[in-house]
């Protein structure tokens, strides 16, 4: 019976002894993968996000508004006749509003001198210009320029071209601002429409500091790119396509950000307007 005892002890502990061994065993397996898992988890790369797509949304706009909005209406100031008001969007999302009053004289049929005052960014100045309306059979163009002047060294030069026709449409739109002979802020914007193509351009100059947007769209698909400048060296740029997919059955709309990582910046130069 002692010896049977004796058995059925060593039995036991050899059990105890592998369970302990199993279990010693089984955690470090667990514990591997876990740390495995984790580590796979946090090696999954998270989704770029695109350093032009603060404005993308403002370059929309400027596409919505064809390059930019002109209104013109009866003037409501005695000394003038006419009234233009032309609206630019700025990349901070606002308007800007430039303001003309005016009368004019006839120079030709197609072509009217323009004297008045204009009121930009708060500031009043005296301007001499003309404007130009062009109809062909399938084209109408309208081209505005003026002069605004303070004195004889701080002036504005501004101008518009709409050129439209039965199958596509471009318009231009120019500010600049000189402080002693010396340009020191510009807007300039290019719109152009072709069947399902649109193209936004748009470049600022605010002291050393230019910069150059564009936005390209074909069909549903946008592409973006900006570049910045200082003293005419780049500081910032980015190029990127968003493509937009639409579920045939539940109307659902998908966008999807394509970074371009090509290192040949050459390729991503904004043309002048």
Not at 90 to 98: E, L, M, Q, R, S
Not at 145 to 162: E, H, P, R
């Amino acid at each position: 019976m002692r010896k049977i005892l004796n058995l059925l002890f060593i039995g036991l502990a050899v059990i105890m002894i592998a369970g302990c061994s199993y279990s010693q065993v089984s955690t470090e397996v667990l514990e591997s993968e876990s740390s495995s898992a984790q580590e796979l988890w946090f090696s999954i790369p998270k989704p770029k996000v695109p350093a032009v797509e603060p404005y993308i949304a403002m370059l929309d706009n400027i596409k919505n508004d064809q390059g930019f909005k002109v209104v013109e209406s009866a003037s409501n100031n005695l000394l003038y006749e006419k009234k233009i008001v032309i609206s630019v969007r700025n990349i901070a999302g606002g308007v800007t509003k430039y303001t003309l009053y005016f009368n004019e004289e006839a120079i030709n049929d197609k072509k009217v001198s323009m004297v008045g005052i204009m009121i930009a960014d708060g500031v009043e100045y005296s301007f001499e210009g003309s404007n130009m309306t062009v109809v062909n059979k399938n084209k109408t163009e309208t081209k505005l320029q003026v002069k605004a002047i303070l004195d004889d060294n701080n002036y504005c030069l501004l101008g518009f071209d709409i050129d439209d026709k039965q199958t596509k449409l471009d318009t231009k739109f120019n500010y600049e601002v000189y402080q002693s002979d010396a340009l020191v802020k510009a807007v300039n914007i290019k719109f152009e429409n072709r069947d399902d193509e649109t193209k936004v351009k748009l470049e600022t100059i605010n002291g050393s500091t230019t910069s150059e947007y564009e936005l390209e769209q074909v069909g549903i698909d946008v592409k973006t790119k900006y570049v910045i400048l200082e003293t005419g060296q780049i500081v910032s740029e980015d190029e990127d396509t968003l493509i937009v997919t639409v579920d045939p059955v539940y109307g659902i709309t998908y966008l999807k950000y394509v970074v371009d990582d090509n290192d040949d910046k050459d390729n991503n130069k904004i043309e002048k307007i």
